[in-house]
DNA sequence: CTACGAGTTCGAGCGCACTCCAAGTCAATG
DNA sequence: CATTGACTTGGAGTGCGCTCGAACTCGTAG
């Protein structure tokens, strides 16, 4: 596979993939007679598992830790492992954060619809009795 | 309060502070006699606020929109509202790709876990043979 | 042979949200 | 009166994660 269809598969623009092999995010590609990458389908695994890290919030800095580990191979397992459980944590953390800030948010919002509804029956009274003085001009009119 | 004060109960540095006001995220600060910054505790339920926004991934842009809405006064109001219920689908949409990616994290923990069971297993099966060999050996020796 | 499309490298540029620096002002203290 | 420390402004610099452009090389189709 060329890069070009990497990307598409992958969701990555090439030269976000190129980028990423720069930095060792993504494993030296090998290469074909002309120069240009040839990837196996089992890259996009990797990429699809560094996209989970990166949603949640992980810097590359610390994506280029774990891809380091893993390019070490076995005996690594328990970094690997430890280094998750501490991104885990983190997530979940950011979980509960963000949940709060949701009560604050619904609060906030359910305020503003109290002001709307308040507007928006005033509005009627005044429509009720501009309509009953009409009435009452009609009435006495006639 | 003047800026430093506010920085310090705000979590703030006073230089983000001036360029909130630069920037339009917080109204320009009253001066005292000798220009500086004299600020109400009222903006402290604000830059909280803000800090909600902020936590929830509302880029800057954005909460500059809703502050001009604030800034706008009353009639704002279903505006203001409708700005923080889009964001806070975002929001819920966020905590939703977290939680996926949370499961898909257990997963790969688990499966390192797997692994280092395994070699311990292994470790200790071998020492269980060593132990048994040396054991044969003295029993063999008498 | 030419033209194309997709690839290559290297380095510069960008958008975001700060963060910091230099040079100056001011009020209070010793 | 001199010093100190907190403040002022305007503008430059930073770190992150891309994103793009220029100039070039290939392999294939017409």
Not at 42 to 64: A, H, Q, V, Y
Not at 106 to 119: F, L, M, Q, S
Request: charged share 35%; hydrophobic share 35%.
């Amino acid at each position: 596979m060329k890069i070009g269809e990497l990307a598409r598969r992958s969701g990555l623009s090439a030269h976000t993939i190129r980028y990423y092999e720069r930095i060792g995010l993504l494993p030296y590609a090998d290469r074909d007679r002309s120069r240009q990458r040839d990837y196996d389908a089992s890259i996009l695994t990797w990429i699809d598992f560094l996209g989970r890290l990166k949603t949640t919030g992980m810097p590359i800095r610390e994506m280029l830790r774990y891809a380091a580990l893993r390019e070490a191979g076995s005996g690594t397992e328990a970094d690997r492992r430890s280094l998750l459980e501490r991104h885990r944590e983190q997530v979940r953390a950011r979980v509960a954060e963000l949940e709060a800030c949701l009560l604050v948010l619904d609060t906030k919002i359910a305020g503003y619809a109290d002001i709307e509804k308040r507007i928006e029956d005033h509005d009627a009274h005044q429509r009720t009795r501009r309509n009953q003085q009409a009435g009452a001009r009609q009435a006495g009119s006639r």
